[in-house]
Every structure is written in C-alpha cells, then in structure tokens.
C-alpha cells in the first residue's frame, strides 16, 4: 500500500459514520454487560464434552468491568441507593460482590466497608484492598447459616446498632429484588438471544441466588420447558468461594430471593470435582475459569450423559482470583499421588 492509499484508509476510519462504532463511555459503569453489550458465550468442544447431542456452552462474566457477574448486581443495588452526607456504603462479600460495590462506590465518590470471611481467596482480598475499601475479616466459614452469621451479622449490627445512627447502609444483596432484577434485565435476555432462544437447560451456583432466579424466571417466561438447574457444594465445609449449600436449610434460613419453583433439579457437587473440572477446562479448552465454574461445568457434563439439547453455564469470574487455591490443590493433589 502506497503513503496516499494509507492516508485514504486512515481517513474513512476516523469518520464515525463509515466505520465501526468507536467505543468510548462516559465512565466505567457504562461497562457492565446489559442485552446491547452483552458478556460472550464459548461453545465447549468435544474435548470436554464428548456427548454429540448436547451443546455446552459458557458465559464468560469476566468480561464484565470488575471482572464478575456480580458487576451486574452492584450497579444495579447502586442506582437504587442514594446516600446522605456522612453515610457509608456496607456491605458482606464472599469478594465478588465487594469488589464491583467498591469500584463502583470509587467511581460515584461513595465510602465503603465490607465484611467478608477470613477464607475469602487472597487475590480477592488483595482487589479490595487495592481498591482502597475498609475491610472487616470475620472468623465465618464460606457457607454460614443464612442470615445472621458471620459476615452477614457483621453488617446487619453495623446497620441496625443505634449507636451508629444511621451511619452505615447497605444494599443487602441476599434480600435485595434489585439483585434479581439485574439478572432478569439483563444476563436472561442475552442468553435468550445469545442462543437463539434453543436453551433447554441454564446452570448456576447458589449464591446470593440472584443470578438463578432472576435469569430462571425470564427463560421460563419464554419457554416453561427450560430447566433451571442449581448447583450446590456437597457440604457447608467447602472451599467453593461464593456458592452456597441451600439444601435441608429450616425456613428461616432459606435465602429470601431465591424462587423455589423455578428449580428443577439440585445437584451436589463435591469440592475435587469442580477443581478437576476446571483444571480441564482450562488444559482442553484455553478457558481459565474459577472453581465455582468448574463445579457447574462438572454438573452440566454429567447432565449431558443422559440427556439432549443445549446448555448454558454460568461462568461468574475467572481463574486469577484463585491462583493461590489452585497451587494448592494441585501440590496436595500430587502429594496424594506420590504417596500411593
């Protein structure tokens, strides 16, 4: 190409009107995924999964702003808060949750706290500090008791306590409708679309359980064949960061967002599996997914042995946020085998 063939290039390219849309936002949280930018969907191969007549695919929810799924929910809480002068943002975080509130809470010029379990992987512990939030550790295990425990007790105190009066406000991810409304909005329609509208089967962890019902009530409206599977750690003593164990939980302890009649089957996952799964995916498949991901691809796959069509998996974050377990287990995995 000659000098003036380049310069005519480069100058169609700079008119908006010829070109692709320039892609630039008037702040971060523009960014979040919604039905017009959408987080992409990966078909997974055969490699990982052999069964001819059942379609896997993955959401990759990295792709959102603060790296989660939970960058969908935090904007959403946010818009439906305003703070006063001298007020706080709190909040309890498995991490996720944290790291989007605070991000976002930086971007609007908010102060914020969070309380979160020791257990919390270290590299989200590290985002959060860098971000710059006040952090409360709580000697809580990743799967308390809904919904005075740990973390969550933490906050609830900091809100309720009259000698902090009204200092403190949090958007209660875990009983807050807005939580389900995100997903409803906006991580329902895209897997509609993204598919075609051919799913016949959604995957997701239970967590805050926003996700689950917000996205297993909007495909149910569409087709009321879809089934809305819930993926659960196979015991409260897990190291599943974010996922929850809902089953054989009493009344008062059932999370308050969670929609039992969307779920048409619960599946317990043991910790092993989710790892091995994930370790897969990323050694067949190129996709470095976190544990929570892996425990859902292993509940999808064994799902696709005896059954047909095409299924959607949740991917909440990515594999960097827990580096640190993943050496872990695997050095343990190897100690295992050297051992026999």
């Known amino acids: 190409m000659n000098p003036s063939e380049k310069a005519e290039v480069l100058d169609v390219a700079s008119r908006p009107e010829d070109g692709p849309p320039k892609r630039v936002y008037e702040n971060v949280t523009e960014l979040v995924a919604d039905p017009e930018n959408p987080t992409p969907m990966i078909r997974i191969s055969r490699r990982f999964n052999p069964h001819k007549q059942y379609e896997l695919f993955v959401k990759l929810e990295r792709n959102n702003p603060f790296g989660s799924i939970k960058d969908r929910t935090a904007l ?39 309380a979160l379990p020791e257990g919390t992987p270290e590299e989200k512990k590290a985002l959060l500090r860098f971000l710059g939030a006040e952090l409360l550790e709580v000697e809580d295990e990743l799967c308390p008791l809904f919904p005075t425990e740990g973390a969550r007790g933490v906050v609830k105190s900091l809100v309720e306590s009259e000698a902090y009066n009204g200092r403190y406000v949090s958007p209660n991810q875990y009983e807050n409708e807005l939580n389900v409304e995100a997903h409803y909005r906006t991580t329902g329609p895209e897997i509609w679309n993204q598919t075609g509208g051919e799913v016949e089967y959604f995957f997701a962890a239970f967590g805050t359980c926003g996700t689950i019902t917000g996205v297993g009530r909007y495909l149910k409206e569409r087709n009321p064949k879809v089934k809305i599977i819930g993926i659960e750690p196979a015991s409260r003593n897990h190291r599943l960061s974010g996922i929850k164990k809902i089953s054989n939980l009493p009344d008062e302890h059932k999370p308050k967002i969670l929609d039992y009649s969307l779920l048409d089957d619960i599946i317990e996952v043991e910790d092993h599996e989710a790892f091995d799964a994930a370790i897969e995916a990323a050694r067949s498949e190129g996709l470095m997914v976190g544990p929570t991901t892996g425990a859902l691809l292993h509940a999808a796959r064994v799902t696709g042995a005896t059954n047909n069509g095409t299924a959607v998996v949740i991917s909440p974050d990515d594999a960097t946020k827990y580096i640190s377990q993943y050496g872990q287990y695997l050095a343990e995995k190897a100690a295992g085998q050297e051992s026999r």
Request: glycine fraction near 12%.
């Open 76 to 114: 959403f809480l946010l818009n439906g808060l305003e703070l006063e002068e001298g007020q706080v943002l709190a909040e309890p975080t498995a991490g996720n949750t944290g790291i989007a509130l605070a991000a976002l809470a930086n971007a609007r010029g908010m102060p914020i706290e969070l």
